[in-house]
């Protein structure tokens, strides 16, 4: 009996220090996902000028809307994780590119997480790349420029055609979803969206120097802004999947102390009573006659 209470002991121990793993994993994974969270927020001010920027170049030099080309090839950025802890997070967006891009043609797909590119490769979908996933938001930055280099590259052989990013994006305390958007090619929809912006002052500024250009810079910005925020949601999302996971595993485990314990506190009882039954029943011996016969004793006791 003693045995079974030691190894309940041990149990409850391991339980104990495991729940404390648990609870510190918790605490990283919300504060990573409010630290991802602020980036996309800061992140707000520097698009908002961008866009400002936009608007005024757009005023200044409305460039012609490019032609429509048949879709001949298609560009798609997908953000996974190389973490685990976190349910089915690449499972689930590979499914969502898969779905999205049926029939698209001659598909170039770069991918962010090793991880991912397995379920992108098993779902028959080529993989042009992979890059590392960053590990905190001064690298989301590095990440982001090797991305646009290769997709600069991609651009200047396939003019007009689509480029989509796909990736998750939080939406509301633990969930997330996956989604997608477009970043080229600009279309009418995109420029009236701009022109359409309100002013902040009262007078438009002047563009100095060539205006092509700095359209041109602006809108690299822009592909810089959007790209660097789909990077940061999916962080924040993989955080959120983890933080989920932590909890249910906290919520195991307390259930799994209670278990222990109720069935510690049970084989204690039975110990206890155990030893009061032989320390009675070494009390009637003590007290029964000399002379009692051993079938009396048995009477007696029953």
Known sequence: MSDSLETFQRKMASAADLKQVVRTM????????????????SLDVYE??????????????????????????TGVILFGTDQG?????????????QRELVGAPDLHVWVVGERLEYRIRDAGLPVKAVFPVPSSVAAVTGLVVALLAEVMSWTSRHAGQPLWIMHHQPAGGELYQPVSQRMLPFDDAWRR??????????RLPEIVGDSTLTLGALIREYLFVSCYRACAHSLASENASRLAA???ADRNIDDMLHTFRSRWNQLRQENIDEEL??????????RRPATQKPEDVTHETA
Request: proline share 6%.
């Open 277 to 286: 039954f032989d320390v009675v029943a070494g009390f009637e011996a003590l």
């Open 85 to 97: 802890l976190v349910g089915q997070f690449n499972d689930e967006l590979a499914e969502f590119a």
């Open 26 to 41: 918790k605490a990283i994974a919300a504060s990573n996902m409010t630290r991802y969270e602020q980036a996309v927020r």
């Open 193 to 202: 969206e701009l022109l359409a912006l309100p002013w902040p002052g009262n």
């Open 246 to 248: 932590m909890q249910r």
């Open 48 to 73: 908002s000028c961008v866009r400002n920027g936009l608007h005024v170049s757009l005023r200044h030099q409305m460039p012609e809307p490019a032609a429509m080309r048949p879709h001949s090839a």
